[in-house]
């Protein structure tokens, strides 16, 4: 039995016992490549798949799915709070652990498919000099993705089904700095400085790298609530600078190391950079990794459980 085959099964029996309403995986798209599928009938079950190339963190659509209200905010009268299912790699995982960890929804709503990984090809997800999903058998080829070539994890920390063998852990956490993080420390101050205003000098403020985040969830985000004169919506370079820093201050402690950010900048800036240098400045200094645990982060007041009003 396949990986696809038994995640296929799972969807099949929550959807016709309607324990969900929606299950959220991994489809081909027209053109071969692999993308989120939204299931909501059985019927269309046959959709779903996994393979290498299935490299989006789908619990970036959950707080949408779960909570359209938003966090703390009540549920209308007579309603009953959504439940969905979503497939889940070991990095993805520990979004959820943070998300809980916020009360953007309750453990109760989510019925977590998780599959053992192997990790994600380089390329996954985009167009043009990939090689389509057909061509990426389950047990997979190539070269990984950097994030799966520093992954410690192979299995999901949440599931409630588990799909495929359980791996050893490749290395234990955190041995020691990557070396692209040991090249920036290696840096100057003044060296660091130039290194990422060039960075963010070519960002042209698409917003794709807030989109792809799971973390990234706040109802109004800071940078678009109006046009202040301190950091605007316009794309010259303080306001570029602005925008990542205060992102990666707000993903400090936060950040599962998914990466998608990184992955579908179309300017290729190194995102996940800033935020695995923040996240070894917490883990040494917090003892804190996010999502190891559905514990809040360091520097996040919680809100109040979702449904509840409070």
């Known amino acids: 039995m396949t990986i696809s085959s038994e995640i296929q099964a799972a969807a099949r029996d929550l959807l016709a016992d309607g324990q969900v309403e929606v299950v959220i995986g991994y489809e081909l798209g027209s053109r071969g490549r692999t993308r989120p599928a939204f299931i909501t009938e059985a019927r269309d079950i046959e959709r779903l798949v996994w393979n290498q190339a299935c490299t989006h963190n789908l619990t970036t659509y959950l707080n949408a799915r779960l909570n359209p209200g938003g966090p703390g905010k009540p549920l209308p009268p007579g309603q009953a709070p959504r439940r969905a299912a979503v497939v889940v790699k070991a990095c993805d995982s520990r979004a959820i652990n943070v998300l809980l960890a916020e009360n953007h929804f309750e453990r109760e709503q989510l019925h977590v498919i998780g599959v053992v990984c192997e990790g994600i090809l380089e390329g996954a997800g985009m167009a043009g000099d990939l090689r ?27 599931y409630d089904t588990l799909v495929g063998e359980r791996l050893a ?142």
Not at 136 to 147: H, K, N, T
Not at 195 to 203: N, Y
Request: some cysteine.
């Open 132 to 158: 389509s999903a057909r061509q990426l058998p389950d047990e997979g080829s190539g070269q990984l993705q950097a994030r799966c070539q520093r992954c410690t994890e192979r299995t999901p920390l949440v």
């Open 169 to 310: 852990q490749p290395a234990p956490s955190h041995p020691s700095a990557p070396d692209d993080l040991q090249r920036l420390e290696a840096m100057s101050p003044v060296e660091r400085a130039e290194f990422w205003l060039a960075q963010f000098d070519r960002c042209i403020r698409c917003y794709a790298c807030r989109q792809a985040c799971p973390m990234c969830n706040c109802p109004s985000c800071l940078y678009e609530r109006d046009d202040s004169l301190y950091v605007g919506m316009g794309i010259r370079l303080d306001e570029k600078r602005t925008f990542h820093l205060g992102r990666a201050f707000h993903l400090a402690g936060r950040c599962i190391g998914c990466d998608e950010c990184e992955r579908v900048c179309p300017m290729e800036i190194p995102i996940s950079l800033l935020n695995r240098r923040l996240a070894v400045e917490v883990e040494a200094n917090f003892g804190h990794r996010a999502g190891m645990a559905p514990v809040p982060p360091p520097f996040v007041s919680v809100l109040s459980s979702p449904h509840s009003g409070g």
